[in-house]
């Protein structure tokens, strides 16, 4: 019997560099790029099937994350996004079949220009209050609901988590704790929605190797950068992520 894998050398052309970055992304610095690596597998593949074979791979990038950062996660924000993004996560395996994830992507990534735009005409001050936790509940549920249909959560969390101004360890930290759960919480609506199947997990299994590297890159990044250059990193890659998303969404279709 063959092994049910996907054998097209171009899906690993673009699956590689899609998994380098995401784990680089898993470990806080250049987040906002992980949202760039559906919409590059989906150069190869389906939406969907791509983020079904990308599943195992955050798993493993997730553990990896929530070791090395396990003593520095912010405990009260992280019980507030929890609950918030798991809503997101059940909207999404409700509305999953019934929205595109072509229309999904092109509107988070409107919001993620638009957010960046308002932070280039009124940049933030050192004495600006931070967001209304109102605000962050509808951010981070935004979160969930488009890290279920396309694994692209970083841009929303962001735009929440920017200006609270956490340190680049514990802003790294706490959105691997928060998306470990998210992921976790995915599999079940996953394998009902008939995405977990043996060819996508056969082939998740080939680009699992390559996950521990793109987390390792940035964990060493991570725990050594100025902050000022890690935000710096952190909006150009919520600025590629944007406009990838609003070309899949709303130019490339």
């Not at 514990?170 to 199947?197: C, E, H, Q, R, S």
Request: proline letters at 9%; hydrophobic letters at 60%.
């Amino acid at each position: 019997m063959t092994f049910p894998v996907i054998t097209d050398p171009f899906f690993y052309a673009v699956a590689v560099p899609a998994v380098l970055l995401l784990g680089i992304s898993k470990s806080g610095f250049g987040a906002g790029f992980g949202s760039l690596a559906v919409p590059m597998m989906a150069l190869a593949v389906t939406v969907p099937q791509a983020a079904a074979i990308l599943m195992p791979v955050l798993l493993m990038m997730d553990l990896l994350g929530i070791a090395a950062f396990r003593k520095d996660f912010d405990r009260r924000l992280l019980a507030f996004l929890i609950p918030c993004s798991l809503v997101g996560v059940l909207l999404g395996a409700l509305l999953f079949r019934v929205l595109s994830a072509h229309l999904v992507s092109g509107i988070v990534g409107v919001f993620t220009l638009l957010f960046l735009a308002q932070h280039l005409v009124f940049p933030p001050k050192p004495g600006d209050a931070p967001p209304p936790r109102a605000v962050g509940a509808v951010l981070t549920a935004l979160s969930g609901f488009t890290s279920f249909i396309a694994h692209a959560g970083g841009p929303p969390l962001n735009a929440y988590l920017i200006p609270l101004r956490l340190t680049p360890v514990a802003f790294t930290a706490t959105v691997a704790y928060l998306f470990f759960v998210v992921n976790l919480a995915k599999w079940v609506p996953y394998a009902w929605l008939g995405l977990i199947d043996l060819r996508n997990m056969a082939t998740s299994l080939m680009l699992l190797p390559i996950a521990p590297l793109g987390v390792w890159i940035g964990i060493r990044i991570a725990r050594r950068i100025n902050p000022l250059w890690f935000y710096r990193f952190v909006y150009f890659g919520m600025l590629l992520a944007g406009l990838k998303l609003v070309w899949d969404g709303f130019i490339a279709p």
